[in-house]
């Protein structure tokens, strides 16, 4: 069977899984999961984002892809934007770019800058506001992928985060791609991953 490479825009609320979700302490039916996005069978996400996160998701059936790009050892850097609460600079920044303890080990050193707020479609529902308390965006870059790390690691420096984009793995960008869409990778897009 031959291997096949896709890019897709995971809406917030989504389960990255293709097995049916489970129901929501609401009791108002199953949570969707990427079986409600993607026709294409036999495909499987290449490393997970959360529910409560959106953005770039890959997926293939090239299991040595998979491994190459989920083990930390390979160090494949991952891109998120990130809305904080709170203010932040340069200064609360520091302990990212150096490494933090988080739990029970401690982080490798990101890539982090303030950014200005980036143009993202509107997440639905949208976060919640609060007219005293600024929030603030953040450009992370990691080369690891621990559960919840980004969150971990703001709510550590006193910005916990309000919503989470993943916009890159390596150089395979969001672009324009909506949320729910997804494409083909293209030839040159999959030899970067080699």
């Known amino acids: 069977m031959p291997f096949k490479y896709f890019a897709f825009h995971k809406p917030f609320a989504v389960l990255c899984q ?62 998120y934007w ?26 490798r050193p990101a890539l982090a800058k303030v950014i200005a707020e980036p143009n993202l479609p509107p997440r639905d529902p949208p976060i919640r506001y609060r007219r005293n308390i600024p929030t603030s965006w953040l450009e992370i870059t990691l080369t690891e992928g621990r559960n919840r790390q980004v969150r971990r690691m703001t709510a550590a420096i006193g910005l916990p985060t309000l919503r989470l984009v993943r916009v890159a793995i390596g150089t395979l960008r969001l672009t324009d791609l909506a949320p729910g869409a997804w494409r083909e990778l293209t030839s040159v897009e999959i030899a970067q991953f080699d």
Not at 36 to 56: K, N
Not at 85 to 99: I, K, Q
């Open 18 to 79: 293709f097995t049916q979700g489970s129901t929501p302490p609401s009791g108002k039916g199953a949570r969707p999961t990427l079986a409600d996005y993607i026709s294409v069978p036999a495909v499987y996400p290449v490393g997970r984002l959360d529910f409560d996160s959106e953005g770039l998701l890959l997926l293939t059936n090239d299991g040595a892809l998979q491994q190459r790009l989920s083990h930390p050892k390979f160090a494949h850097p991952r891109t």
């Open 82 to 107: 990130v809305q904080v609460e709170g203010s932040a600079n340069d200064d609360a920044l520091a302990p990212l770019r150096s490494g933090l303890h988080v739990q029970d080990y401690r982080t």
